[in-house]
Nanobody, 119 residues
């Protein structure tokens, strides 16, 4: 059974930092592409950052140079380090894992963790 459990969200002042973690259960992690998405109230879910199984990363333009995604395959965990946070970063952040095996695509989501940036 695949489970993704996010943690690390909370309330932070503008300019502050948070590190989100997503712990994965199951034996898929090393072959999975992992991503962090966010959804603000009244908005669509958007990709924030991704890291593929080979470690290549991509970022939304709005977070380039501010956020860093990383993974630890030994711990089955993906991280999102968020620096210089702004009120517009307020959202529920979701972890995603997906991979393709024998032509079948597997796609899983965590339950989300709230990040609120406010003074």
């Amino acid at each position: 059974q695949v489970q993704l459990v996010e943690s690390g969200g909370g309330l932070v002042q503008p300019g502050g930092s948070l590190r989100l973690s997503c712990a994965a259960s199951g034996s898929f992690f090393s072959i999975a592409d992992m991503g962090w998405y966010r959804q603000a109230a009244g908005s669509q879910r958007e990709l924030v950052a991704s890291i593929n199984s080979g470690g290549r990363t991509t970022y939304a333009d709005s977070v380039k140079g501010l956020f860093t995604i990383s993974r630890d395959n030994a711990k089955n965990t993906v991280y999102l380090q968020m620096n210089s946070l702004k009120p517009e970063d307020t959202a529920v952040y979701y972890c995603n894992a997906h991979w393709v095996v024998l032509g079948g695509r597997y796609d899983y989501w965590g339950q989300g963790t709230q990040v609120t940036v406010s003074s």
